[in-house]
């Protein structure tokens, strides 16, 4: 059905998910009972499940991870070692309870729980379902855990009344939005600067956790036979359509040693959002039970074929001993090194771009980069990049930034103590006379020589978090200076893009990067605080911006998924010192 992989690759291929998770077990889907004289209504937030700072709410929960008593045998590349699930020992409550040992290209990564469990709540039947995503990767060497949560409240016929989601932003941090179904809307709210989420439109027969498996036997398609429906994707609060097609019957091995079964295998597409779709995905259930065994598809956050194979709970759990590396799958090789390129001023790339429908639109023209020679039948183009240190004198005004570029928002949290100090600790010094392009830059500085580079126990923090930790990668870097900036009355929006990164081998990286823009003297200007020069050289390419309004979820890091979804092939053109 529906990749598990939706719910963490939107924010995985662009940022590290590492906060502490907690056991995913049967008190994960525990309902709150109504109160004497308490309305018939549901409140989304008795349905809250993983609160920010470890902190649980109406439900108790460990915050430790599992460890299994005795792990499996690591696998080898290219394969999942891991046992066929036994027969669970379900509770009388308990509809279903699979779990899945997660891979890429054979080398494991962790594992999902997917489970649903009966309820009652004033003598009404309910399910409440839960996916629940564990996953142990590497970046640049050092091994993080990632976390993430959906969950659905339906009745007994499938409709849903709740949902929710939860993805790990930090160290004991975690985004947490949960949804009331109102008639034809998702009334969303979330936690501290989240609460103001943002409702979203809910069509007609909505397919939630506990549901959705049983879609397979519902349906009973004939091979070349599809049925279409709609799911809610919280991490980017929106409710998409899936297309699901019976693709053949087929005799499968699915675990090592064991005979082959006779299998159904799927092909699940999802419709694109806004410009992006994820890959398709296969599973293969089995013909008699329609129960899912095994789930594959490509993803390019992870770099690879992802798997999901259906085993224990022992072996799921099982500890990762070694992690992929996932720089290794958010960069795109150059064919050569271009020395001095963050202190150049201008730099042409050549783009092929086969995996990709519209070509035209995977980078943007503004001021400092241009689409050129595009051929789109070949799907090859030129990416003309200029340094951009400063107000360019001469340029055409651009209008004035809305509100938006200057409000204090879920992500750039600027209005609280630990972004105003440090803000004002970075202007002090400067004359009165000192005008936006100056305090700007002022921020940029005072970031990169106070901030840790290189510490992945944050991710997509908001930016009050960043202010107290002071640590971070690029985009805790590009997050802290666009609060900062807007501390100081100096609008401004994030960057997400790719960077030159040199190699040990001499074939440098365009790796995925964030930065920061400000708006001063009429333009929109880049900086970086992650490298301090006061402004970027043509080693920046652009992919998007975004101003972080009124946004609580990971849809403004799509369209960087898109361009390494294009798996591009970039060789550098003519380039000016």
């Not at 993805?167 to 179904?181: H, P, R, W, Y």
């Not at 499968?252 to 995905?281: D, I, N, T």
């Not at 259906?310 to 720089?327: G, M, Q, Y």
């Amino acid at each position: 059905m529906r990749p598990f992989g939706v719910l963490l690759g939107l924010a995985t291929c662009c940022t590290l998910l590492a906060a502490q998770p907690p056991k995913p077990d049967d008190k994960n889907i525990v309902i709150t009972p109504k109160k004497p004289g308490e309305p018939d209504k549901f409140d989304e937030s008795k349905f809250i499940i993983i609160r920010p700072n470890g902190k649980p709410s109406l439900v108790t929960q460990p915050t430790t991870p599992v460890t299994p008593a005795q792990p499996v045998t690591p696998p080898v590349a290219g394969t999942l070692n891991v046992p066929p699930p036994g027969a669970p020992k379900l509770d009388a409550d308990m509809v279903f309870d699979y779990w899945f040992a997660a891979a890429v290209d054979g080398q494991r990564i962790g594992y999902v729980q997917w489970g649903a469990k009966k309820t009652k709540r004033n003598e009404r039947e309910l399910l409440v379902g839960v996916k629940y995503q564990n996953f142990t990767v590497s970046r640049f060497g050092q091994v993080v855990g990632q976390w993430g949560e959906e969950r659905t409240v339906e009745t007994a016929a499938g409709e849903i009344l709740v949902t929710g989601m939860s993805q790990g932003l930090g160290k004991d941090q975690a985004l947490v939005l949960s949804g009331v179904v109102e008639g034809k809307t998702l009334k969303v709210t979330g936690d501290g600067a989240a609460k103001h989420a943002s409702d979203t439109p809910w069509p007609e027969g909505v397919v939630g956790c506990a549901r959705e498996p049983a879609l397979f036997k519902e349906k009973r398609l004939k091979a070349g036979e599809s049925f279409d429906y709609p799911a809610y994707i919280g991490v980017v609060n929106r409710v998409v359509k899936m297309t699901v097609t019976l693709e053949a019957e087929e005799s499968l091995a699915l675990w090592q040693k064991e005979p082959a079964r006779k299998l159904l295998r799927y092909l699940s597409k999802m419709e694109p959002v806004g410009g992006f779709r994820l890959p398709p995905a296969t599973t293969w259930v089995d013909a008699e039970t329609f129960e899912p065994l095994k789930m594959e598809f490509d993803f390019p956050g992870f770099g690879g074929k992802v798997t999901f194979l259906r085993t224990t709970k022992e072996a799921a759990t099982a500890a990762v001993t070694r992690p992929i590396e996932l720089f290794n799958a958010q960069s795109i090789r150059l064919d050569r090194e271009i020395p001095g390129i963050h202190r150049g001023s201008s730099a042409v790339y050549k783009v092929s771009a086969p995996k990709d429908d519209d070509v035209t639109s995977l980078f943007p023209t503004d001021a400092r980069q241009t689409v050129k020679n595009l051929d789109v039948k070949a799907k090859t183009f030129e990416l003309h990049v200029s340094a951009t240190r400063g107000p360019v004198k001469g340029a055409a005004a651009m209008p004035a930034p809305g509100k938006e570029f200057t409000a204090s928002n879920y992500f750039i949290n600027w209005d609280n103590d630990g972004v105003k100090g440090h803000a004002a600790a970075a202007v002090k010094g400067l004359p009165a006379t000192a005008g936006d392009w100056d305090k700007a830059v002022a921020v940029e500085r005072w970031v990169n020589r106070n901030m840790r580079a290189f510490e992945f126990s944050q991710a997509m923090a908001p930016a009050d978090s960043v202010a107290k930790t002071l640590s971070g990668d690029c985009t805790e870097y590009a997050m802290l200076a666009a609060a900062m900036c807007r501390a100081v009355g100096v609008p401004s929006r994030t960057v997400l893009g790719l960077v030159y990164a040199p190699a040990k081998d001499g074939k440098p990286y365009l790796a995925y990067h964030m930065w920061h823009e400000v708006f001063a003297d009429g333009q929109w200007l880049p900086l970086d605080a992650t490298l301090g020069q006061g402004g970027v050289g043509p080693g920046h390419l652009k992919i998007a911006d975004h101003s972080w309004h009124d946004e609580k979820t990971f849809a403004p890091l799509l369209p960087v998924l898109r361009v390494l979804s294009a798996k591009p092939a970039v060789t550098v053109g003519k380039v000016e010192p």
